[in-house]
């Protein structure tokens, strides 16, 4: 289910849309078997993730979030809303990175 993204979600999504990072297609609150992920790229296998609050306190959760989307052969970058909104060009930096280390399909 969609639901009204955070700033950060905002400010990430409108850097990563439309191909923009090193032409990848990303895809906004992607459903993948039973868990709504925030950005994926099925081209490259990537995830990123934008965790707000309540993250600090579902850690045993998002470890089996993770490990199933890791299990499905996807790489899953995690940011914090803090991160995200205080250093855009660090994040943006990290998930190039990422985009250039994975194995196109």
């Known amino acids: 289910m969609r639901r009204e993204p955070t700033l950060a979600e905002s400010i990430l ?7 923009q990072l090193n032409g990848v297609k990303f ?23 934008v965790d707000g609050l309540i993250h600090q306190y579902s850690k045993a959760e998002d ?5 199933f989307l890791e299990s499905m052969g996807f790489h899953v970058l995690r940011f914090s809303n803090i991160e995200t909104l205080q250093d855009p060009g660090r994040v943006i930096k990290m998930i ?9 399909s």
Do not use: G, M, N, Y
């Open 63 to 67: 470890a089996i979030r993770q490990e």
């Open 27 to 49: 895809r906004r609150q992607l459903a993948i078997e039973r868990f709504v992920v925030d950005f994926c790229s099925l081209e490259v296998h990537l995830i990123i993730e």
């Open 96 to 104: 190039a990175q990422a985009i250039a280390r994975a194995p196109s």
């Open 13 to 19: 999504w409108q850097r990563i849309r439309k191909q």
